[in-house]
């Protein structure tokens, strides 16, 4: 039989860079153009089998807009990853995304798996910004980095598969289900031990 | 005769004065005895003068001289006149004013007014009977030659003949006591009009001593009166026996004739002594006829005498004249005189004829006149003979038809009839071909009304058949995907089984549903608002979820119809105006009727606004909307086609709401730029917009919302006062729900994840529209309770099945679509508004105090927080700048 984990994932970014189309796509398979703004949060999940275990996404779907940033705590608190969305049309968005960043690094869960997706690649007509900067970003910062499109389904599966590569296997029986949060003491443990 | 009774010289003055005492004296026992006196208020016309005008006298009869005398007011002594009722008529005309009627002696025409017909009637009645019993005894005495002449010899006869007519036809009038009476003269006079109108111009010196006397208050000295006018009046005159009982004219009449002749003697010259002397006698013997009061003869023979004496001493100078020259030149003087005489009698002769022929010249004129009249009166008679002539011409020709008709030939007349005997078969065949049809009608409509009875019944059933079948079926499903998702431990067929099951349920779904759209028609794509009634779910699951819940709401809908909501309706359309008052408060929670939504939405914004409702505020908004670009306005351009979507009135592409939906939002964004634009209005203003349809309105109820409604910085950038909200939800849940409480605690489940935007957002889209435009129906009236009494409802409503699911990620995706699942809103209601209770405001008020001073703490706290770790970080990146190379040596 194989182990069930469960994995609390966030996604923040700014408003309208396509969030929950992410997150729709991903789950229901679906595309709707005008999928009503998040108020507050979304919740949905979708299990993905990796490896020898089942990873049970618990997504949680954040609203964009400047002023709920406040309530993104309750969202990224405990959470094993994190989607940072952009839109590639939109270098505000950019711009954004490194807010988040900053803000995860600062109260996030340490070792939080961070995703940059830059999404909305099906207009790359309207580019804003080049997939080069954001490549370049990720690397500074250690995070994945998937251009994405929610409208055709173009990296989408790739982006949570990259997520579920990133999340360490359980080490051993005793960690239970709540290997995310072991993990990152885990990993506490080893920088405090380099320092 | 009333003019000669007052106006006039002194002397006659003195003379009538007497008689007048006399009538007082006479009025004052009368006054004692029980016996009604006919006096009272009546309004007279005056006649002379420039204007004529009503004025009010007091009337008072005199039975002695059967008199009607009349003064000013009750209290005043002397009279201003009086009318002599024995010789006059009494008259009321049919088109005078009420009350009015006429009494005419033969020199006046008296014309008075009555306070009412009745008082009317009761004058004209009394004077009728004071006339009659005045000549009636009358007769008995001793009359003037004249007089007796003048009257009928059955006069007697016949006034009682009149009077016991009169009695016949008109029944005797009560008696107005507030009018007429002796009461009536202790009443002020009842004409209020001014007191000048009424005193009369005619006998100025009669007002003087009735003020006079008035003033004295004292009847029995009336000072100046008698002092004036009795002076020269020895008592004896009114002591003479039969002074009494000569009637009022005969003693004017015999106080009259010396005086004329007195007159006339005073006016002629000492020339005319002769013929005087000759005059003498007849007068003396006129005064002995007349039995003339002896200071009169006194006087007049007095006068005699001296006339008798100067021609005496005229005759004595002739006699003593010493000369015949001298007595011819008295002859020649006289001769002179009569020279002088007879030509002034000639010229009275010429004037005489003068007057004459002016005389004649008026005679002809008369008769002119009466020719005219004549004339006249002939016309008159030709117009009526002409008339009479037109109208027997009008009745003739009105026979007439019948006439042509009768011309009408026979067998015309026979074929006529016939048809008319076929039209009335006709008839009669329509009429019970009509009544039966009119039967028919009835029983078919009876029948009809039965069927269509039972087919809602049936459809009822049907929809609450398929709901559960749909139920059943959703249960089947998951139970399918459990299996699915357990699929790896089954056994390689059941897993086979279990996939082809779930391949063919979808495919039975999607035909079932094209069967479906034949059997439901009932279930409409959109209700009223144009919300999707079955949402469009792209999950399997979630789809056959959906369409329970509008079948659902569909039999729950049918169900309520007519047993609450019909009278509900009814109950609202009586309700034209609107107040605030308990019962509206019951009705606004039991859901508006569609109809009266958009009135009552508007009533309620516009009641909370008025006072900053300026005229134009929305137009000058949307002006600087145009002119200066609002930084929120990117963030609701891209909101405005995610709004509402599964509305069909912003969804089409050519709506006209989202356009309008811009302008509410801008023009917000202006209004308040505090807050400006957060996500989570465009629903608001949306939902405003499809009741309220008008855009002004909709901005005002945005406004009302946000800032009446909700309390402050609930939508503003940190959004503190909502996530207050969260909080003292939570206290809220604890209490009224202590066993889902402890679920929660005990899977760790924070509610606030999922309850955030129900308050935010007011419940849109969280809720089914028809439940959301109930909750905010109460919402807008009573405020931001309603909104903590429906979320609590709504996991009061499901508090058993979520007690039931024992893993916190399940309930988490239960809590997700719950609200979409609730069909029964009169069951949320009944939740929210009953068992909720009691929910006081001031409870809710502190707790939001408290937990915002909490809250702002731990904000603060944060801050600090964050800003040793800025401060941290930037310590360990100096030192790691250090220690970079043991590190990379470490990792060697």
Redesign the interface.
């Known amino acids: 039989m194989m182990a069930i984990r469960e994995l609390k994932v966030c996604l923040l970014g700014d408003t309208g860079v396509g969030k929950s189309s992410i997150v729709c796509r991903f789950v229901q398979d679906h595309f709707d153009h005008n999928i009503s703004p998040t108020i507050g949060a979304s919740f949905m999940t979708k299990t993905v089998p990796c490896g020898n275990e089942l990873h049970k996404f618990l997504i949680w779907d954040t609203a964009g807009q400047e002023r709920f940033h406040s309530l993104a705590p309750m969202y990224y608190r405990g959470s094993a990853a994190a989607v940072i969305v952009y839109d590639i049309t939109k270098q505000d968005s950019f711009h954004t995304l490194k807010k988040w960043v900053k803000e995860l690094k600062e109260h996030g869960p340490e070792n939080i798996v961070m995703a940059i997706a830059g999404n909305k690649c099906d207009l790359s007509d309207l580019r804003e910004v080049p997939m080069k900067d954001a490549k370049e970003y990720a690397e500074s910062i250690g995070a994945i980095v998937v251009e994405t499109s929610a409208k055709n389904a173009i990296n989408i599966e790739e982006l949570f598969q990259g997520i579920s590569r990133q999340i360490p296997p359980l080490d051993s029986h005793e960690n239970g289900n709540n290997g995310a949060i072991k993990l990152g003491k885990q990993t506490t443990q080893t920088t405090r031990r380099c320092c | 005769m009333e003019d000669r009774f007052i106006i006039g010289s002194a002397k006659e003055r003195a003379v009538s004065s007497p008689q007048r005492d006399l009538g007082n004296a006479q009025l004052n026992p009368s006054r004692e005895e029980p016996r009604k006196k006919l006096c009272g208020y009546l309004n007279k016309l005056g006649v002379k003068g420039p204007i004529k005008a009503w004025k009010s006298r007091w009337f008072f009869y005199d039975e002695n001289k059967c008199h009607l005398l009349y003064c000013r007011t009750a209290q005043d002594v002397n009279p201003l006149g009086s009318i002599d009722l024995s010789s006059a008529g009494f008259d009321c005309k049919v088109d005078a004013d009420e009350g009015v009627f006429e009494i005419r002696t033969p020199s006046r025409v008296f014309i008075l007014k009555a306070f009412s017909k009745q008082a009317m009637m009761y004058w004209l009645q009394q004077l009728q009977m004071k006339r009659w019993a005045f000549c009636n005894t009358q007769t008995g005495l001793p009359v003037d030659s004249v007089t007796a002449a003048a009257l009928p010899a059955n006069e007697s006869l016949l006034n009682e003949t009149i009077h016991t007519e009169g009695e016949g036809f008109l029944p005797p009038v009560k008696t107005p006591t507030d009018v007429v009476g002796l009461k009536a003269a202790s009443l002020p006079a009842p004409q209020l009009s001014d007191a000048l109108q009424n005193i009369s111009l005619k006998h100025p010196w009669t007002e003087i001593q009735n003020t006079i006397y008035n003033i004295c208050g004292t009847r029995q000295h009336p000072g100046n009166g008698r002092s004036i006018s009795g002076a020269e009046c020895p008592g004896t005159f009114s002591s003479l026996p039969f002074v009494a009982c000569i009637p009022a004219w005969h003693r004017e009449i015999i106080v009259q004739q010396p005086c004329q002749l007195l007159k006339e003697t005073g006016f002629s010259g000492p020339a005319a002594t002769s013929f005087r002397a000759g005059a003498v006698l007849p007068v003396v013997v006129c005064c002995d006829d007349h039995s003339m009061s002896p200071q009169e003869l006194v006087k007049l023979l007095h006068k005699a005498l001296e006339a008798a004496q100067q021609e005496k001493r005229a005759s004595s100078m002739y006699l003593t004249a010493a000369e015949d020259r001298d007595r011819l030149e008295l002859v020649r003087h006289k001769v002179r005189q009569i020279v002088e005489l007879s030509s002034r009698v000639e010229a009275l002769e010429t004037d005489k004829q003068e007057l004459e022929q002016s005389v004649a010249l008026r005679d002809r004129r008369v008769e002119e006149l009466q020719e005219h009249v004549q004339l006249l009166m002939d016309k008159n008679q030709a117009k009526q003979q002409v008339i009479l002539k037109l109208t027997e011409q009008i009745a003739q020709d009105l026979s007439e038809p019948v006439q042509e008709a009768d011309a009408v030939a026979a067998d015309t007349l026979y074929k006529q009839q016939e048809e008319i005997e076929h039209l009335k078969d006709d008839l009669d065949a329509y009429r019970t071909q009509n009544q039966f049809l009119n039967s028919e009608i009835h029983q078919v409509t009876k029948l009809w009304r039965s069927v269509a009875e039972k087919e809602k019944v049936l459809l009822m059933k049907c929809a609450r058949l398929q709901a559960r079948s749909c139920q059943v079926e959703s249960k089947y499903l998951m139970m399918l995907r459990r299996l699915q998702?357990a699929s790896?431990?089954l056994a390689r067929g059941e897993a086979e089984l279990v996939k082809s099951l779930i391949q063919e349920a979808l495919q039975w779904d999607a035909k079932e549903e094209a069967v479906e759209a034949l059997q439901l028609n009932p279930v409409r794509e959109y209700d009223d608002y144009g919300f999707m009634t079955i949402p469009k779910y792209?999950?399997e699951d979630w789809k056959l979820l959906a369409k329970i819940q509008a079948l659902e709401i569909k039999s729950n809908n049918l169900l309520s119809h007519t047993a609450v909501e019909k009278p509900l309706g009814e109950r609202w359309a009586g309700m034209a105006e609107l107040s605030p008052s308990a019962e509206l408060k019951g009705l606004i929670r039991c859901g508006i009727p569609v109809e009266h939504r958009q009135r009552v939405w508007k009533w309620i914004v516009t009641r909370r606004l008025s006072h900053h409702h300026a005229a134009n505020h929305y137009e000058s908004l949307l002006r600087q909307c145009e002119r200066t670009e609002h930084p929120a306005s990117r963030?609701i351009e891209?909101?405005l086609?995610?709004?509402?979507?599964n509305n069909r009135h912003f969804?089409s592409p050519t709506s006209q709401l989202v356009p309008k939906l811009r302008r509410v939002l801008l023009a917000f964004s202006w209004q308040n730029p505090a807050i400006g634009y957060?996500?989570?209005l465009?629903?608001l203003a949306a939902i405003a917009l499809l009741v309220l349809e008008e855009e002004e309105s909709a901005f005002w109820c945005l406004v009302h919302i946000v800032e009446n409604l909700m309390p402050a910085d609930y939508?503003?950038?940190?959004?503190?006062a909502s996530?207050v909200d969260q909080r003292v939800f939570k206290d809220f849940l604890s209490e009224k729900l202590p066993r889902l409480t402890a679920h929660f605690e005990q899977h760790r489940i924070?509610v606030?994840?999922?309850t955030?935007?129900w308050f935010?957002?007011a419940f849109v889209?969280s809720l089914v529209s028809d439940i959301l435009l109930r909750v905010w129906d109460a919402f807008l009236y009573e405020g931001t309770k309603v909104i903590f009494r429906y979320a609590l409802a709504i996991f009061k409503y499901n508090e058993e099945e979520i007690l039931q699911i024992h893993d916190s990620?399940e309930v988490?995706?239960y809590l997700?679509f719950f609200t979409h699942m609730i069909g029964d809103g009169r069951k949320l209601m009944s939740i929210a508004f009953n068992d909720m209770n009691p929910f006081p405001m001031k409870v809710l008020q502190n707790r939001r105090a408290t937990h915002r001073e909490e809250l702002e703490a731990e904000l603060s706290e944060l801050e600090r927080i964050?800003a040793q770790?800025?401060k941290e970080?930037a310590e360990q990146v100096a030192w790691h700048l250090d220690g970079a190379v043991s590190?990379e040596e470490?990792e060697m």
């Open positions: 998702e790896p431990d792209e999950a963030q891209l909101d086609p995610r709004t509402l979507t969804t957060c996500q989570g465009n629903r939508y503003s950038n940190t959004l503190i996530q924070d606030s994840l999922i955030f935007n935010l957002v889209d990620l988490y995706q997700r964050k770790y800025v970080q590190e470490e």
